[in-house]
Protein backbone atom coordinates (compact mmCIF):
# COMPACT_ATOMS: atom_id res chain seq x y z
CA UNK A 1 0.00 0.00 0.00
CA UNK A 2 1.11 3.47 -0.72
CA UNK A 3 0.10 6.03 2.16
CA UNK A 4 -0.12 9.09 -0.24
CA UNK A 5 -3.52 11.00 -0.60
CA UNK A 6 -5.14 10.77 -4.11
CA UNK A 7 -7.69 12.83 -5.87
CA UNK A 8 -9.80 10.69 -8.51
CA UNK A 9 -10.10 13.47 -11.46
CA UNK A 10 -13.78 12.13 -12.65
CA UNK A 11 -15.63 12.33 -9.42
CA UNK A 12 -13.69 14.34 -7.35
CA UNK A 13 -13.21 12.23 -4.40
CA UNK A 14 -10.36 11.84 -2.13
CA UNK A 15 -8.09 8.43 -1.72
CA UNK A 16 -6.82 7.83 1.27
CA UNK A 17 -4.24 4.65 -0.58
CA UNK A 18 -4.08 2.32 -3.39
CA UNK A 19 -3.05 -0.93 -3.87
CA UNK A 20 0.23 -1.56 -5.45
CA UNK A 21 -0.83 -2.03 -8.81
CA UNK A 22 -4.14 -0.93 -8.61
CA UNK A 23 -4.74 2.66 -10.51
CA UNK A 24 -8.38 2.64 -10.65
CA UNK A 25 -10.75 4.79 -8.22
CA UNK A 26 -12.35 2.48 -6.12
CA UNK A 27 -15.59 4.67 -6.12
CA UNK A 28 -16.20 5.01 -9.66
CA UNK A 29 -13.47 2.61 -11.40
CA UNK A 30 -12.15 5.59 -13.84
CA UNK A 31 -8.24 5.11 -14.62
CA UNK A 32 -7.37 9.05 -14.21
CA UNK A 33 -6.14 9.57 -10.54
CA UNK A 34 -4.18 12.74 -9.46
CA UNK A 35 -1.99 13.65 -6.37
CA UNK A 36 -3.81 16.20 -4.03
CA UNK A 37 -2.46 19.66 -3.57
CA UNK A 38 -0.79 20.52 -0.08
CA UNK A 39 -2.42 23.02 1.33
CA UNK A 40 0.46 24.98 2.41
CA UNK A 41 0.31 28.65 0.94
CA UNK A 42 3.79 30.02 0.59
CA UNK A 43 4.72 33.31 0.66
CA UNK A 44 6.91 34.98 -2.25
CA UNK A 45 8.68 38.19 -1.69
CA UNK A 46 9.09 41.15 -4.61
CA UNK A 47 11.90 42.81 -3.26
Known sequence: MIN???V???CGKEIKSLEKNSTRCPYCGYRVIAKKRS????EV???
Open 4 to 6: MAY
Open 8 to 10: CIH
Open 39 to 42: SLSR
Open 45 to 47: STD
